[in-house]
């Protein structure tokens, strides 16, 4: 486990692990949830884009890894006991 956390993980790595977790949230029926997953993973990617150091840029992959993983866990979750009426922003005007 040592080497795979030293090894750092390649730019496309990175940029299917954001499009997965954006993918992932667009499967909530919820537009709250939807909306906050969509907020905190590109607030995630953000902050941690200054990264440098290989040993943090893996430990920050490592946690998105495990962000994905509960997050599509909670996506079966929420598909399970979707609301029965759309959010206020979800209804069209007319």
């Known amino acids: 486990m040592a080497s795979a956390a030293a090894k750092s993980p390649t730019r496309l790595e990175v940029l299917s692990l954001f499009r997965s ?8 029926s919820d537009y709250n949830v939807r909306e906050y997953t ?4 590109i ?3 953000q902050s941690n884009r200054s990264l440098s150091d290989q040993q943090s840029i893996s430990a ?3 946690n998105g890894k495990e962000q994905l993983a509960i ?8 598909s399970l006991y979707a609301p029965k009426v759309k959010s206020i922003m979800e209804l069209k005007s007319v």
């Open 71 to 78: 997050v599509k866990r909670q996506a079966v979750i929420y």
């Open 60 to 62: 920050a992959y490592a």
């Open 38 to 41: 969509k907020r905190r993973t």
């Open 21 to 28: 977790l954006l993918r992932t949230a667009h499967e909530f």
């Open 43 to 45: 607030d995630g990617f």
